[in-house]
């Protein structure tokens, strides 16, 4: 059983939070704020109940020591959205930090330093677990976007100290598992991207629960090879046409709808002309960047009348305008849906708030790769720990 902040007592306690503040950073500055809004509401929570509050979270994928990826402009606009004080730790562990912890002012956030500076944080050091379960007597995970990882920072210091998950973690589980158990119907998948082995465990695990899977992206063009179709110089992992031909070819193949037409271009480029074909006139000399306006339509309509949608991936390079049009046009439908609605990955969920549609959507994921593991029927380390902690009453 997952065991949530209502369960556990935090008063008159330290408590640390492992947040998911992993943000783009450009000049210094934080770029996009989705994740830190999304963390604010058991932050504040903890502070309301707790007599101290740390926050820890990673920042990139840092090789050690960065100051290009120091946590200290996430902390302050952490602060700025909270509307509380933050104060910068020196480190991730340590008596220096300790004694910041310890001298923090009531209501004040403390906010260590990039849990990647340490070298065992991805290893889950015991060692580094020991020093950071050492600075509180409580610990809150609401890293979602982590929870697939066994890290020091979740499953280390869950495996030491009473341990609950926060608020956003909870309701991302809560959203998958609908999605998994739910008997919403017609149930519909929207899958896209680049790759169909970043996702062929996903596709196989929720084709026998969905009533359709709609596929565009890059990796429609590996299924489309499999079915028989000349897809011209549009990527394709060869080594997948196999695997993917016996799913084509599988009892549940025929809940898989591929593009009727695509936006073609004579080269991989944002200037390059572009236009209109119907998958069986594909040319030779061309290659697919986005669905076409007749698949957009049967994708839209599919997804318009779903009572649940789940959505994952673009539909084609939507970086660019020229291809931009397949992405927005699912992103339209998925939020004009009354059903249950669930959109996950980096770039599906930067399509919808660039669009300014998530309040449209029921879920917006704060994780990626976690949700396509939770949808694969994975087990994740970060909650596995949590559902086994016994946390005091």
């Given at each position: 059983m997952l065991r949530g902040l209502d369960s556990i007592d935090l008063r008159q306690r330290t408590v640390l939070i492992r947040s998911d503040l992993n943000v783009p950073i450009e000049d210094g500055s934080v770029a996009d704020s989705f994740r830190i809004g999304a963390s604010l509401a058991t932050i504040n929570e903890v502070r309301s109940r707790s007599?101290?509050?740390?926050?820890?979270?990673?920042?990139?994928?840092?090789?050690?020591?960065?100051?290009?990826?120091?946590?200290?402009?996430?902390?302050?606009?952490?602060?700025?959205?909270?509307?509380?004080?933050?104060?910068?730790?020196?480190?991730?562990?340590?008596?220096?930090?300790?004694?910041?912890?310890?001298?923090?002012?009531?209501?004040?956030?403390?906010?260590?330093?990039?849990?990647?500076?340490?070298?065992?944080?991805?290893?889950?050091?015991?060692?580094?677990?020991?020093?950071?379960?050492?600075?509180?007597?409580?610990?809150?995970?609401?890293?979602?976007?982590?929870?697939?990882?066994?890290?020091?920072?979740?499953?280390?210091?869950?495996?030491?100290?009473?341990s609950a998950a926060g608020r956003l973690l909870a309701s991302e589980i809560d959203a998958f598992q609908r999605l998994l158990v739910g008997d919403e119907r017609p149930y519909v998948v929207l899958m896209g991207g680049a790759k169909i082995s970043d996702k062929l465990g996903v596709v196989e695990n929720l084709l026998p629960k969905v009533d359709l899977m709609l596929i565009g992206g890059g990796m429609c063009f590996t299924l489309l090879r499999a079915a028989g179709f000349d897809v011209g110089e549009s990527l394709v992992e060869e080594s997948m046409l196999k695997t993917v031909g016996r799913l084509l070819e599988s009892e549940y193949g025929d809940k898989i709808v591929l593009p009727r037409d695509i936006v073609v271009a004579e080269r991989f480029a944002e200037d390059a002309p572009s236009y209109v074909a119907p998958i069986s006139d594909m040319p030779g000399s061309g290659l697919g960047l986005d669905i076409g306006p007749e698949t957009v339509a049967q994708f839209a309509g599919a997804v318009v009348e779903a009572?649940?949608?789940?959505?994952?991936?673009?539909?084609?390079?939507?970086?660019?305008?020229?291809?931009?049009?397949?992405?927005?046009?699912?992103?339209?439908?998925?939020?004009?849906?009354d059903g249950y609605s669930v959109v996950g990955g980096g770039d599906s969920v930067a399509a919808i708030r660039a669009l300014g549609l998530q309040d449209q959507v029921s879920h917006v994921s704060s994780g990626g790769g976690a949700g396509l593991a939770l949808l694969e029927g994975a087990n994740l380390p970060g909650i596995d720990v949590l559902e086994r902690n016994e946390p005091d009453a």
């Open positions: 007599t101290t509050t740390v926050v820890a979270s990673h920042l990139g994928r840092p090789s050690g020591w960065d100051p290009a990826l120091s946590m200290a402009p996430v902390a302050k606009v952490l602060g700025e959205m909270g509307g509380f004080t933050t104060i910068m730790a020196p480190a991730v562990v340590g008596p220096d930090v300790a004694s910041v912890i310890e001298n923090a002012l009531p209501g004040a956030v403390v906010v260590l330093e990039n849990t990647r500076f340490e070298p065992g944080e991805t290893t889950n050091d015991p060692v580094l677990a020991d020093g950071m379960a050492a600075l509180a007597d409580v610990f809150v995970d609401d890293a979602f976007g982590t929870a697939h990882r066994s890290h020091a920072s979740n499953v280390g210091v869950a495996m030491r100290l009473p009572e649940a949608v789940f959505w994952n991936g673009p539909m084609g390079v939507f970086e660019w305008e020229a291809f931009r049009a397949g992405t927005e046009g699912v992103a339209d439908a998925v939020a004009a849906s």
